[in-house]
Structure formats: structure tokens, C-alpha cells
């Protein structure tokens, strides 16, 4: 008898030191010198959605069922628009190859100018049972609010990366403005946010600091400060009145100092997953307490009972693991890079992976704040 029993390696942690990178290169900077740049955004700013609906081509029989009224009364409409009239509507009930899909874009909040290119996700409503080799036909996105203006177009091949979720895909760089998003007006007064890896006290006081001495070539007390740090995330940059009539300089100048001290190198313990982008960023520092982990991708096959070899019939196994090794430090914490090496070995989707983090989190068996972006 030959039997296969999922879920039966369970990988058992102690301590290795290690850095990991798992999902889409995302790496957060580990060097002693960034700029101001690096380490803030406007507070004020935020991301910008876009919106819209389009029409996919080039399906092979996938697509919507064209009995449906609204995805065969807009294939016509734009038929109609090329002068390509259909005298029968029933010609095109067969065909599955179009689908109706909702088109989204987010524009960081840095914003965006004419001509500027963004990636669009796509997504099937209407019927459709997969997206694969489809083409989106030119979609006009506009602003996520009510009666909102036109700011772009979406057009391009799909990439489907999810193989469980063939409704779902993507155009790289696929959406192009034709209006400027301008993410945030600077008057005399704006706040920067610490960006999340970096919250802290220190680090608002660190970024003030480096601002005042550049500004005055100077650490005089007794100046007026350009920049105050006001909690673990915000600085307040007051712009002094010679220099309000050259923002676009000042700006300039305060965003590329060189922040230069060790304390760059100690982030806080953070796990910060994007499930949209596939991708998990650690610090160097997170530990994880001792665990066990099982899941389907680890599998062991038995046969029952032992057959005899031979050369016409070999004995063969079937196994899926990886193995770790460790270095006690006196301390029954693990480092979680080695897990993360471990699922890469295992080839397990990032998603899975994410799904695991969380289940830690909630544990208590991951030491660090689990951030979800």
C-alpha cells in the first residue's frame, strides 16, 4: 500500500543569526547615511485612486458569456465607435472572448504628471473565468470620488500572477496620466512623517537635528529651529521668511542633507507585508520564539508494507523539506530570516508565507510588530 501524508515535517527553530529578503525585492536601507528624502513623505499626503471600467480581448473562450446585456452592449458600443457595425447581437453570444473588468491605479502619494506611468490591477466582474492572455482595450480611469475627472488611460497585455486566482491580473505600467496629481500644497508651515520602519522619538529628533545644524552650519541653541520634532512620527519644518519665496530650493535643501549616525543601523522590530505586491520586508533584529510549523507543501509518501528492490523495481521516496542550522546563543529565540529561507526552499507562494507570519503573530511567537500595508 502506498500512502502520501501531507503535513508532516514540522520545522523546529533555535537560534541562527541571519538576514532574509523574501517576495519582491524590497529591502529596507541598512547603511549609517541617508538622505532626509530617504527617511520621510509629507505628512499631508496621501494616495490617489483611480477608476474605471474597461473591456478584455484575446481570451480563449474564458470570458464573459455575451448573452450577458451590459459586457455585449459595450463591445458593440465600441464596435460601433471603430464603424463596425453588428446587424446581429447573437454573432457575438458564442464567442467568450471578452470580458468586462474593473481597472484601479493607486498614485503614491508623491504624485504623479502628465506622462507618468503606473501599474493598473485589474480585476473580472461579469462572468469571466480567467484572465490569461487577455488584453485590456484602451480604458478611460478617473478619480475614486463621485463625478470625479478624468486623469488617465489603462491599456496593455494582463499578467496573471496568481495561478488560484485567474480573475485577478495586472498591466505593468499600464495606466499613463494626462493630468498632473500633485500630492500636497507647502505653505509656510508643513509637517514630514517619519516613514513606519523608522517611527520612534529618535528618529524625528534625528532628522530635526540634521535639518537645524545644515540650515545655521551651526548647533546654536539659541537659533529659532527650522524643523521640531512634535511626536514619534512628525517633524514640523517652519519656513524662515527668506527663504518663502524659493520653496522649491528650501525643499531641496532640507530633503538631501545627510543624516549620518550608528542609531540608523538599530531599527525596531517590524514585519511589514504587502499581499497586493507579494512581498515581506524584516529588520535584521526580528526573533521568533521555538515553533513548529506544518503545511501542505511539506509531504512524506510511505510504502506499505516494504516492497523488495530490484532494478526493474527501485524503492523510491518522496519527500519535501529543508533543513536549518543553528548557533545557541544561550537563548531560546530564533531568528526569523530562517524560516523565511526555509519557505523559499520550499518554493511556498509568499501568500501562504504571509498567512503563516500572521498566525505567528497572533501567537506570540513572532517578536515584532506585524504590519500590514
Given at each position: 500500500?502506498?500512502s502520501?501524508?501531507?503535513?508532516?515535517?514540522?520545522?523546529?527553530?533555535?537560534?541562527?543569526?541571519?538576514?532574509?529578503?523574501?517576495?519582491t525585492?524590497?529591502?529596507?536601507?541598512?547603511?549609517?547615511?541617508?538622505?532626509?528624502r530617504?527617511l520621510v513623505?509629507?505628512?499631508?499626503a496621501?494616495?490617489t485612486?483611480?477608476?474605471g471600467?474597461?473591456?478584455?480581448?484575446?481570451?480563449s473562450?474564458?470570458?464573459?458569456?455575451?448573452?450577458?446585456?451590459?459586457?455585449?452592449?459595450?463591445?458593440?458600443?465600441?464596435?460601433?465607435?471603430?464603424?463596425m457595425?453588428v446587424a446581429n447581437p447573437?454573432e457575438?453570444?458564442?464567442?467568450?472572448?471578452?470580458?468586462?473588468?474593473?481597472?484601479r491605479?493607486?498614485?503614491?502619494?508623491t504624485?504623479?504628471r502628465?506622462?507618468?506611468?503606473?501599474t493598473?490591477?485589474?480585476?473580472?466582474?461579469n462572468g469571466?473565468?480567467?484572465?490569461e492572455?487577455?488584453?485590456?482595450m484602451?480604458?478611460?480611469l478617473?478619480?475614486?470620488t463621485?463625478?470625479?475627472?478624468l486623469?488617465?488611460?489603462?491599456?496593455?497585455?494582463?499578467?496573471?500572477?496568481?495561478?488560484t486566482a485567474?480573475?485577478?491580473?495586472?498591466i505593468?505600467?499600464?495606466?499613463?496620466?494626462?493630468?498632473n496629481?500633485?500630492?500636497?500644497?507647502?505653505?509656510s508651515?508643513?509637517?514630514?512623517?517619519?516613514?513606519?520602519q523608522?517611527?520612534g522619538y529618535s528618529a524625528?529628533?534625528?532628522?530635526a537635528?540634521?535639518?537645524?545644524?545644515?540650515?545655521?552650519n551651526?548647533d546654536?541653541l539659541?537659533?529659532?529651529?527650522?524643523?521640531k520634532?512634535?511626536?514619534?512620527?512628525?517633524?514640523?519644518i517652519?519656513?524662515p521668511?527668506a527663504?518663502?519665496?524659493?520653496?522649491?530650493?528650501f525643499?531641496?535643501?532640507?530633503?538631501t542633507?545627510?543624516?549620518?549616525d550608528?542609531d540608523?543601523l538599530?531599527?525596531?522590530a517590524?514585519?511589514?507585508v504587502?499581499?497586493e505586491?507579494?512581498?515581506?520586508?524584516?529588520?535584521?533584529?526580528?526573533?521568533?520564539?521555538p515553533?513548529g510549523?506544518?503545511?501542505?507543501?511539506?509531504?512524506?509518501t510511505v510504502?506499505?508494507?516494504?516492497?523488495?528492490?530490484?532494478?526493474q523495481a527501485?524503492?523510491t521516496?518522496?519527500e519535501?523539506?529543508?533543513?536549518?542550522?543553528?548557533?545557541?546563543?544561550?537563548t531560546?529565540?530564533?531568528?526569523?530570516?530562517?524560516l523565511?529561507?526555509?519557505?523559499?526552499?520550499?518554493?511556498?507562494?509568499?501568500?501562504?508565507?504571509?498567512?503563516?507570519?500572521?498566525?505567528m503573530?497572533?501567537?506570540g511567537?513572532?517578536?515584532?510588530?506585524?504590519?500590514?500595508?
Amino acid at each position: 500500500m502506498r500512502s502520501t501524508t501531507p503535513i508532516i515535517l514540522a520545522l523546529l527553530l533555535a537560534v541562527a543569526p541571519a538576514i532574509a529578503q523574501v517576495g519582491t525585492p524590497q529591502a529596507l536601507p541598512r547603511r549609517a547615511e541617508l538622505d532626509v528624502r530617504e527617511l520621510v513623505e509629507f505628512a499631508d499626503a496621501t494616495s490617489t485612486e483611480l477608476f474605471g471600467l474597461g473591456l478584455v480581448s484575446g481570451l480563449s473562450g474564458t470570458g464573459d458569456p455575451l448573452e450577458d446585456s451590459a459586457t455585449r452592449e459595450a463591445l458593440m458600443a465600441l464596435m460601433r465607435s471603430q464603424g463596425m457595425a453588428v446587424a446581429n447581437p447573437q454573432e457575438l453570444a458564442d464567442a467568450r472572448s471578452v470580458a468586462m473588468v474593473w481597472v484601479r491605479a493607486r498614485i503614491p502619494n508623491t504624485g504623479g504628471r502628465v506622462g507618468d506611468t503606473f501599474t493598473a490591477t485589474i480585476t473580472a466582474f461579469n462572468g469571466a473565468t480567467s484572465l490569461e492572455g487577455g488584453e485590456l482595450m484602451i480604458a478611460p480611469l478617473r478619480h475614486a470620488t463621485p463625478g470625479g475627472e478624468l486623469a488617465g488611460f489603462a491599456r496593455g497585455t494582463l499578467i496573471v500572477d496568481d495561478e488560484t486566482a485567474l480573475q485577478r491580473a495586472r498591466i505593468r505600467q499600464g495606466v499613463e496620466l494626462v493630468t498632473n496629481i500633485t500630492p500636497v500644497q507647502i505653505g509656510s508651515e508643513f509637517d514630514l512623517k517619519v516613514k513606519i520602519q523608522y517611527a520612534g522619538y529618535s528618529a524625528t529628533s534625528l532628522v530635526a537635528s540634521t535639518i537645524n545644524d545644515a540650515y545655521y552650519n551651526s548647533d546654536a541653541l539659541d537659533l529659532p529651529p527650522v524643523a521640531k520634532p512634535i511626536d514619534d512620527r512628525i517633524v514640523r519644518i517652519t519656513v524662515p521668511e527668506a527663504d518663502r519665496g524659493a520653496l522649491p530650493q528650501f525643499l531641496d535643501f532640507i530633503m538631501t542633507r545627510r543624516v549620518r549616525d550608528p542609531d540608523l543601523l538599530k531599527l525596531p522590530a517590524r514585519v511589514i507585508v504587502n499581499r497586493e505586491a507579494g512581498a515581506i520586508v524584516a529588520t535584521a533584529n526580528v526573533d521568533i520564539s521555538p515553533v513548529g510549523v506544518a503545511h501542505h507543501a511539506l509531504q512524506l509518501t510511505v510504502t506499505q508494507p516494504a516492497p523488495v528492490a530490484t532494478a526493474q523495481a527501485p524503492i523510491t521516496s518522496e519527500e519535501r523539506w529543508t533543513g536549518l542550522s543553528s548557533t545557541p546563543e544561550g537563548t531560546q529565540t530564533a531568528k526569523l530570516s530562517d524560516l523565511l529561507a526555509a519557505f523559499r526552499a520550499l518554493e511556498m507562494p509568499v501568500a501562504e508565507q504571509i498567512e503563516i507570519l500572521e498566525m505567528m503573530d497572533r501567537s506570540g511567537a513572532l517578536h515584532a510588530e506585524f504590519i500590514e500595508e
